[in-house]
T-cell receptor, first 114, second 121 residues
């Protein structure tokens, strides 16, 4: 079964600093990988997705992620944090060959200090 | 274009009661999925419907059920509510479902609603 592990349930950065949120997956087949963001009292918004095209994926709001098969990782980065980036971030994998079912990691809460 | 709409947004139920949550997908979307989000268990997949048929099911007891109507709207039902059912229930929709009708994930985005907050007392 495919699974996702997010290292660090809480990450704190200063405004303007690099954001790095870690995600590792386990999969016996090439995975489809996603990053979603959840703001307080809201649903999930897709930041970006990897579907076996380019290994460096650019998303919305200046975020990007790099798929590294050798490390089974899909870490999310942003060069310069903004206060509005404070939210919870979820890495997800699509475990099945059919359908849209997603398996999510435990989430990482990003805090941005002024 | 309206997003995924979930109703009600907030509700409080008593143990033993049942609840029905509704999800209206984005117009034209045929795939609807449901997820439960709790502080302890995180985000867990409940089930997925495509063209009125359940395609995938998560590891939840039979008290959790769902259905999809011909207009793609979906409902989920939880019977005999327990305190542990208190959660945010999220609905997601997408135009296509990978594997059905030749769709792939490349051009298919999954959109989430804002959720229904269920509190069981």
């Amino acid at each position: 079964a495919q699974s996702v592990t997010q290292l660090g349930s809480h990450v704190s950065v200063s405004e303007g600093a690099l954001v790095l949120l870690r995600c590792n997956y386990s999969s016996s087949v090439p995975p489809y990988l996603f990053w979603y963001v959840q703001y307080p009292n809201q649903g999930l918004q897709l930041l970006l997705k990897y579907t076996s095209a380019a290994t460096l994926v650019k998303g919305i709001n200046g975020f990007e992620a790099e798929f590294k098969k050798s490390e089974t990782s899909f870490h999310l980065t942003k060069p310069s944090a903004h206060m509005s980036d404070a939210a919870e971030y979820f890495c997800a994998v699509s475990p099945n060959n059919a359908g849209n079912m997603l398996t999510f990691g435990g989430g990482t809460r990003l805090m941005v200090k002024p | 274009k309206a997003g995924v709409t979930q109703t009600p947004r907030y509700l409080i139920k008593t143990r033993g009661q049942q609840v029905t949550l509704s999800c209206s997908p984005i117009s034209g979307h045929r795939s609807v999925s449901w997820y439960q989000q709790t502080p302890g268990q995180g985000l867990q997949f409940l089930f997925e419907y495509f063209s009125e048929t359940q395609r995938n099911k998560g590891n939840f007891p039979g008290r959790f059920s769902g259905r999809q109507f011909s207009n793609s709207r979906s409902e989920m039902n939880v019977s005999t509510l327990e305190l542990g059912d208190s959660a945010l229930y999220l609905c997601a929709s997408s135009a296509l479902a990978r594997g059905y009708g030749g769709a792939t994930l490349d051009g298919n985005t999954i959109y989430f609603g804002e959720g229904s907050w269920l509190t069981v007392v």
